[in-house]
């Protein structure tokens, strides 16, 4: 009998099967993300805090429900909480990550202020990220490593990741939802990028492309996946080498998509890259003296 090659192509269907639940990619997706719930179902009980009045319960916008989303997506993230004191505040660099308050406002329009139900949307969004975390790492592996090891690796790694207490505060703060958002939306822009490049096909970075655009409006941290995808692309080899995937159709995609998002961005908040202003709250570099910075 033939040996299994290698380079076997990422698709679960046409891997070799196993008798392992461990190599079985839907089964431990699912046990990965109740692992995700179980660690952060104790929040479930907790209340709102200081940072969720923010965009939740003191936020204008927020509390309209559905009917506030067109000025959440027209002003600065906190204006909703600030009104028209968010320019004197001089609120650092400006943020405008209008998805997930849209979302909350969605949110609060059906269950009001209900702290347990926010909490358990933060909840089951983490653990969609750890499960998506899982495959998108085992796409990423399997061409070098093969489907059973980039299977263990990528297992192994998703659950230190799933259990480890630095997403304590993301999990548990309601407000950092917007967090969970920009890793759902940049792994996903990644695994539609990781299928053009195995087959080719231009809907796919097209797809990546938009996703990535969408991933900005959660947080601007996913600008960082316009290094980290071609990064990937480029030291990861195609699992089907019958197809001739160039790098111009996912340039593109996302370029194009970063660009429409700064012209947008740029239409509400102006220009601004996040100077650093001459106050305590926002500088942590500077100190009064003499009743002066």
């Given at each position: 009998?033939?040996?299994?090659?290698k380079?076997?192509?990422?698709?679960?269907a046409?891997?070799?099967?196993?008798?392992?639940?461990?190599?079985?990619?839907?089964?431990?997706?699912?046990?990965?993300?109740?692992?995700?719930f179980?660690?952060?179902?104790?929040?479930?009980?907790?209340?709102?805090?200081?940072?969720d009045?923010?965009?939740?319960?003191?936020?204008?916008f927020?509390?309209?429900?559905?009917?506030?989303?067109?000025?959440?997506f027209?002003?600065?993230?906190?204006?909703?909480?600030?009104?028209?004191?968010?320019?004197?505040?001089?609120?650092?660099?400006g943020?405008?990550?209008?998805?997930?308050?849209a979302?909350?406002?969605?949110?609060?329009?059906i269950a009001?202020?209900?702290?347990?139900?926010?909490?358990?949307?933060?909840?089951?969004?983490?653990?969609?990220c750890?499960g998506?975390?899982?495959?998108?790492?085992?796409?990423?592996?399997?061409?070098?490593?093969?489907?059973q090891?980039?299977a263990i690796?990528?297992?192994?790694a998703?659950?230190?990741?799933?259990?480890?207490?630095?997403?304590?505060?993301?999990?548990?703060?309601?407000?950092?939802?917007?967090?969970i958002?920009?890793?759902?939306?940049?792994?996903?822009?990644?695994?539609?990028?990781?299928?053009?490049?195995d087959?080719?096909?231009?809907k796919?970075?097209?797809?990546?492309g938009?996703l990535?655009?969408?991933?900005?409006?959660?947080?601007?941290?996913?600008?960082?996946?316009l290094?980290?995808?071609p990064?990937t692309?480029?030291?990861?080899?195609?699992?089907?080498?019958?197809q001739?995937a160039?790098?111009?159709?996912?340039?593109a995609?996302?370029?194009?998509?970063?660009?429409?998002y700064?012209?947008?961005?740029?239409?509400?908040?102006?220009?601004?890259?996040?100077?650093?202003p001459?106050?305590?709250?926002?500088?942590p570099?500077?100190k009064?003296?003499?009743?002066?910075?």
């Open positions: 009998m033939a040996k299994t090659a380079n076997t192509p990422t698709n679960p046409t891997q070799p099967t196993s008798n392992h639940w461990w190599f079985d990619q839907k089964k431990v997706t699912i046990i990965l993300a109740v692992l995700a179980l660690v952060y179902s104790n929040s479930l009980t907790n209340g709102f805090v200081l940072d009045s923010l965009v939740i319960t003191k936020n204008q927020t509390t309209q429900g559905i009917g506030g989303i067109g000025d959440i027209s002003h600065d993230t906190f204006s909703g909480y600030y009104k028209e004191d968010v320019d004197q505040l001089k609120i650092v660099g943020r405008y990550r209008p998805l997930s308050v979302l909350f406002a969605v949110i609060y329009q009001g202020a209900n702290s347990t139900v926010f909490h358990l949307w933060n909840i089951l969004l983490y653990a969609l750890c998506l975390m899982y495959v998108v790492l085992r796409k990423v592996f399997e061409p070098s490593l093969g489907w090891h980039a690796l990528s297992g192994l998703t659950a230190v990741f799933t259990v480890h207490p630095i997403h304590t505060e993301v999990v548990n703060n309601i407000k950092s939802n917007d967090e958002w920009c890793l759902i939306l940049s792994l996903s822009s990644l695994y539609y990028a990781l299928k053009y490049w087959y080719g096909q231009k796919n970075a097209i797809i990546s938009l990535l655009f969408i991933a900005y409006f959660a947080k601007e941290n996913a600008i960082a996946f290094a980290i995808i990064i692309l480029f030291f990861r080899k195609p699992s089907n080498k019958k001739s160039g790098f111009l159709p996912i340039i995609a996302l370029g194009i998509g970063f660009i429409v700064f012209a947008i961005r740029y239409a509400i908040l102006g220009w601004t890259l996040g100077e650093a001459l106050d305590l709250i926002n500088n570099f500077i009064f003296e003499g009743g002066r910075c």
